[in-house]
């Protein structure tokens, strides 16, 4: 604690990109290495992995007392105040030390890349209830974008408010929710998209209104979770609302200006995702490069034998290209955060544009879990009959990053999508 204390109050902050990690940033990552060498080692992790959610509160709230869950919320509001460098730096050390992603899916892409969105968003009230007793891990909050019909169509949904004095009226349904039972247990809430006004079909993302919704608001009915294939000590559900009323200070932005905030929701998540992504790669390389040393057939180490050669180099060689653009896109949204508010026509014109950082989300998004995916696949093959078994973590690996794949924070075609729209214009857009 002595260390991440001295870090955060002697933190620096850089404008120019560089691969050098300063002192504070050293003496961050050695603190949450520490606390996961005692607190997640992989017979804890397997204990969680086979015993299913929810979370242990003791580990998410010693995770919280390092300050690292929404470590980027300002420290006036309760955070730590540190650069989204640093945390994709912390967000690779918990997914090397909890591959199956759970942590990393609960705490860093939901807690504290949403969490930090609602904080910039929220009233003071919401603050004080909701996100600094999350902060200091005494409540959940997360995102609830997706519908039975859709998720990362995030304009398509069909949850309504209806506004009566000061309050809304909320029905709908959300589904595919990570945390749903912490968040039940714990107490928190959600960000929650609704539509408060008529549906214009060529304007879809217009009349979408944000809120914060606690989960235990009259007219909220919590589903029972899904049976996921991974990442199991976190789990996933769902929940209707009907005619959930909620004070207008519980409104998350503007009026009618939601599917901005919640792209930037979207931006944040999906950066430490693919930092975690880079910490799982390389936990699969370590536990997989002892085996094929010391496993002999035909009398040599698999590792003499090109074919896991190559295929490790080629892992290798990715893993590194993904983690020099995951601190790329993360220093470049530190950038986009220290111009936020200045003058769009100035002599000190901005450095990046918000699409500039997108398309660099998207990439990493989209390079990140396909390859974490392909790395623990061919790992378990270059170890046969024992890269199947418990014995090792890459088969929780593999099914962990598969919740990434497969459109967790956004599909992978979704992310090509964004790529190919800046690459081509929006008059390319294929659903226009």
């Known amino acids: 604690m002595e260390y991440w204390l001295d870090a955060v109050q002697n933190k620096e902050k850089r404008t120019v990109f560089d691969f050098t990690e300063t002192e504070n940033q050293k003496l961050i990552v050695k603190s949450v290495k520490e606390f996961c060498e005692r607190y997640l080692t992989a017979e804890k992790i397997r204990e969680m992995d086979d015993k299913g959610h929810p979370y242990p509160k003791d580990v998410a709230e010693g995770l919280c007392s390092l300050g690292i869950v929404m470590g980027t919320v300002p420290v006036e509001h309760g955070g730590s105040g540190i650069d989204w460098i640093t945390q994709s730096m912390i967000a690779e050390v918990i997914g090397y030390y909890d591959p199956t992603i759970a942590t990393a899916a609960g705490f860093m892409a939901v807690e504290t890349g949403w969490g930090f969105t609602i904080d910039r968003h929220c009233s003071e009230n919401v603050r004080e209830k909701y996100i600094k007793p999350a902060i200091k891990g005494e409540k959940f909050v997360g995102i609830a974008t997706t519908e039975p019909a859709g998720g990362s169509d995030v304009a398509g949904f069909k949850s309504t408010a209806k506004k009566e004095g000061n309050e809304w009226v909320i029905n709908g349904e959300k589904t595919f929710i990570s945390g749903t039972e912490e968040c039940k247990e714990w107490g928190g809430g959600y960000w929650i998209n609704v539509r408060t ?44 609302m009907k005619n959930v009323r909620l004070p207008d200070e519980y409104r998350l932005g503007e009026e009618n200006k939601g599917f901005y905030y919640t792209m930037e929701g979207f931006d944040n998540a999906r950066m430490l995702i693919a930092s975690s992504c880079v910490g799982v790669i390389q936990r699969v390389i370590d536990e997989a490069v002892p085996y094929i040393k010391d496993r002999k057939i035909f009398g040599r180490p698999l590792a003499k034998y090109e074919a896991i050669q190559f295929e490790l180099a080629e892992i290798y060689r990715e893993m590194e290209a993904l983690k020099l653009m995951a601190q790329k896109t993360a220093w470049m949204q530190d950038i986009r955060y220290q111009e936020e508010g200045m003058p769009e026509k100035t002599s000190n014109a901005k450095t990046f544009k918000p699409t500039d ?10 390079k990140g879990p396909s390859l974490a995916l392909e790395a623990a696949r061919k790992a378990m093959i270059w170890l046969g ?48």
């Open 197 to 240: 006004g008529p549906m214009q079909p060529e304007a879809p993302h217009r009349n979408m209104t944000s809120f914060f919704l606690p989960i235990d608001a009259e007219g909220v009915e919590i589903q029972e979770p899904y049976r996921d294939a991974g990442r199991m000590a976190i789990s996933t559900g769902g929940f209707k």
């Open 385 to 432: 009959a024992a890269g199947y078994t418990k014995e090792y973590l890459l088969e929780a690996a593999w099914r962990g990053v598969m919740s990434y794949v497969v459109g967790a924070e956004g599909g992978l075609n979704i992310q090509k999508i964004v790529v190919a729209r800046e690459l081509l214009g929006k008059e390319f857009i294929p659903y226009k």
């Open 357 to 366: 950082v997108a398309k660099w989300i998207s990439l990493i998004k989209w």
